[in-house]
């Protein structure tokens, strides 16, 4: 499952997050000052930002020039004698705070993608700073009242779709925000921000302050049997970097999983990656996060019930396209029951293995993966490491990723060296549309290291809006092992479906044709935001493509036939497995955020098993993907209550996976349909509306358990 880190809304930021909706532009209030970036718009192309002059110390500074510029328009707006209009509130309220959201959207990316101590300082700063800012505008009384009385005669106004979209927008997140509670509810509610803000920036520091301490020190090179030459020279290299020269380091990576469990043939060792992994932020020490988990889902709570909510899980989906929490429980209920037992199908063929060969011991965790392969080698003659010499990045990412956008989309892609970078390895890239025509600008930040958050995600630096006349500046980031020195980088597949998936968020923001910033690219609700992300990745495993990038990386030569039926034969295996780690980690998060304040156990432990127990998913060969500590979207990354998203995207994908295999598959006229009906409106239209326009009917779950083999 792949990470979204991105900001969503036009200059409202959620409650959750540090800064407002990434977007760029200009307003007479903003004096340039040439000693920082921040404080003009970049001159290169798009705006793209000028990492090059960019310094630590610019940000606090523009933070504060770009809070108190944008207090001064807010106020400017609110205090406006004229009568209310639709251009002197809303569209004004969407000019404002040009330099907040530039220095937001910078820092808000880097900080996940290349962070530091003094980046991580300025967080633990900033975030209650802008909690109280975003608070200031979204309780401010007088501006409310602009707003509630366009919306009440609205339908008097004359507004287009997407201006009258606008404005119902902005009516709803100020209610939501509080706007209707008494001063001193707000008050409480400003307090309980701004403890929020805090706790949600320590909470997603530990985690990666954890996973960059959490890693295991092999001594003997004879305990790393299974593993490859060439992947023991990196963890030679990892160890050796990390002052341990002649050791072999084992780095932990974010998911509970961790890669080489499937290729290692020492048990013990094993046992202690996947025990060192299920322990992080858990174990005592200076990132031990249950505590902070607790608050914050106390606080959650609290704040849930102060504005008129049976639960924070109540409030957060209201405002998607799920609506209930019923609706979520609703399909958790038919997925979970399925997802067990296919589970326990799949760990009884590999009981049976361990048995024939006289183990003498029970599956655990940390034997799945390694048994894993060995049944999918027994039932399909087929071993996932004989696909890795065919999936060289470049390859992949020229020949599979960008063939098939341009087999959709007849988008074009020039790399280009001359716009500065962050980190020497990222790349970037320069969309050209069908015409020919100048569309994004495409960054792209494939390998792990310290100072990066794990996961995979996409965010925009620019964010497209024709009223401000901007395109979209759009980043991929992957978190790939770094190969040791001279050696390709060679993919797993479920690395290259996280390729394919991550671009399809990328598509999402390149493609985005709204006027106004709050709708841009990928600002729609975050169960859909993952639907063009998760059908991008069927374009993965589509025979022409892969038949078109699956390329020996020393010979050139095209993957095997036979072993290019198998590797599809295989697309089902393991659904069980894939499914139930995803739901357990789904069901944590549902958990925590169900209750009310006076329910929040402060035992977390305890509170896990018990979540596993009720709902029958309590099977301990297959772990959550995260757990509660290091659960980054739950507690730090904006998808509280929302993680649920993965699965309900699915359902809508699986329908449209059928629709697009229905009409030619890898086609311009099919490409261009979903590029107009869903990926150019944004949040411009209601979301379920776009599904139907595209697919011309109503979801179906179905076709996700016949995909998954749920059925079987």
């Not at 959207?105 to 109280?132: C, G, H, W, Y």
Request: charged residues 25%; aromatic residues 10%.
């Amino acid at each position: 499952m792949h990470n979204l880190s991105r900001l969503t809304g036009g200059f409202v930021a959620s409650l959750l997050l540090i800064a407002a909706h990434p977007v760029s532009g200009e307003t007479p209030t903003e004096k340039p000052m040439p000693e920082n970036p921040f404080f003009t718009q970049s001159p290169l192309p798009f705006h793209y930002p000028r990492f090059d002059l960019i310094k630590d110390s610019d940000y606090t500074p523009a933070f504060e020039r770009g809070m108190a510029d944008q207090l001064r328009e807010v106020a400017a707006i609110a205090s406006n004698p004229e009568a209310p209009t639709f251009d002197n509130t809303i569209v004004a309220m969407e000019l404002s705070g040009r330099l907040l959201a530039r220095v937001s959207s910078v820092f808000n990316n880097l900080k996940d993608a290349n962070t530091n101590e003094v980046l991580q300082t300025i967080e633990t700063a900033m975030a209650p700073r802008i909690s109280a800012h975003n608070d200031s505008i979204t309780l401010n009384s007088a501006l409310f009242g602009r707003i509630e009385s366009l919306y009440d005669r609205r339908e008097a106004l004359g507004l287009d779709r997407e201006s009258l979209r606008l404005l119902e927008r902005y009516h709803r997140d100020f209610v939501r925000a509080g706007a209707r509670l008494s001063d001193a509810d707000k008050s409480r509610l400003k307090a309980m921000n701004s403890e929020l803000a805090s706790l949600l920036a320590a909470c997603g520091q530990n985690v990666l302050k954890e996973k960059n301490a959490s890693s295991v020190v092999v001594h003997d090179r004879s305990e790393l049997a299974g593993l490859t030459p060439e992947e023991i020279a990196s963890l030679a290299d990892t160890a050796a970097a990390d002052g341990k020269p002649g050791e072999f380091e084992i780095r932990i990576m974010n998911t509970t999983g961790q890669p080489l469990l499937s290729a290692l043939e020492n048990r013990a060792l094993r046992e202690r990656i996947m025990k060192v992994s299920l322990a992080r932020g858990s174990h005592g020490g200076p990132y031990d996060n249950r505590t902070l988990i607790v608050r914050i889902a106390r606080l959650r709570a609290e704040q849930a019930a102060l504005l008129g909510y049976e639960s924070h899980a109540a409030y957060r989906v209201e405002d998607q396209t799920a609506r209930t929490v019923a609706a979520v429980d609703g399909i958790l209920a038919k997925l979970v029951p399925a997802a067990v037992a296919k589970s326990r199908r799949e760990a009884g063929d590999m009981q049976a293995l361990i048995d024939q060969g006289k183990g003498g011991f029970t599956l655990a965790s940390w034997d799945w993966d390694f048994y894993s392969e060995k049944v999918r080698k027994a039932q399909y003659a087929f071993d996932e490491s004989q696909l890795k010499p065919y999936f060289e990045l470049n390859h992949v990412l020229l020949d599979g990723l960008f063939f098939a956008a341009h087999g959709l989309y007849g988008i074009t892609f020039r790399e280009r060296h001359d716009l500065p970078v962050y980190q020497p390895d990222v790349r970037v890239f320069d969309v050209n549309d069908a015409d020919g025509k100048p569309l994004a600008i495409l960054i792209m930040d494939f390998y792990a290291r310290p100072a990066k958050l794990g996961g995979a995600w996409m965010n925009e630096y620019v964010s497209q809006s024709s009223l401000l006349g901007e395109n979209p500046v759009v980043a991929n980031h992957l978190n790939i092992p770094r190969p040791a020195a001279g050696e390709p980088t060679l993919l797993t597949f479920d690395e290259v479906v996280t390729l394919f998936h991550e671009f399809g968020h990328g598509l999402h923001g390149i493609f985005s044709h709204v006027k106004y910033p709050t709708f841009s690219g990928t600002s729609v609700p975050r169960d859909f935001v993952e639907y063009p992300s998760q059908i991008n990745e069927m374009w993965a495993a589509f025979p022409d493509v892969v038949k078109n990038y699956a390329r020996h990386y020393k010979t050139g030569e095209a993957m095997p036939q036979a072993l290019l039926d198998k590797m599809l034969s295989t697309q089902k295996f393991g659904k069980g497995f894939a499914t139930l780690e995803y739901l357990k980690a789904t069901l944590l998060d549902q958990g925590w955020h169900t209750l009310k304040a006076d329910q929040v156990p402060s035992d977390v432990d305890a509170f896990e098993a018990s979540v596993f127990r009720k709902y029958g998913a309590d099977f301990d060969p297959v772990p959550p993907r995260y757990r509660s500590p290091y659960f980054q979207h739950a507690f730090a990354g904006g998808y509280s209550a929302g993680y649920y998203s993965y699965i309900w995207a699915d359902v809508l994908v699986a329908d449209s996976v059928e629709w697009f295999k229905a009409h030619g598959g890898l086609s311009r006229a099919s490409g261009d349909r979903f590029r107009s009906t869903v990926l150019s409106k944004g949040g411009s239209v209601e979301a379920m509306t776009l599904f139907r326009e595209f697919t011309g009917g109503e979801p179906d779950i179905a076709p996700l358990i016949r995909l998954r083999g749920l059925d079987e």
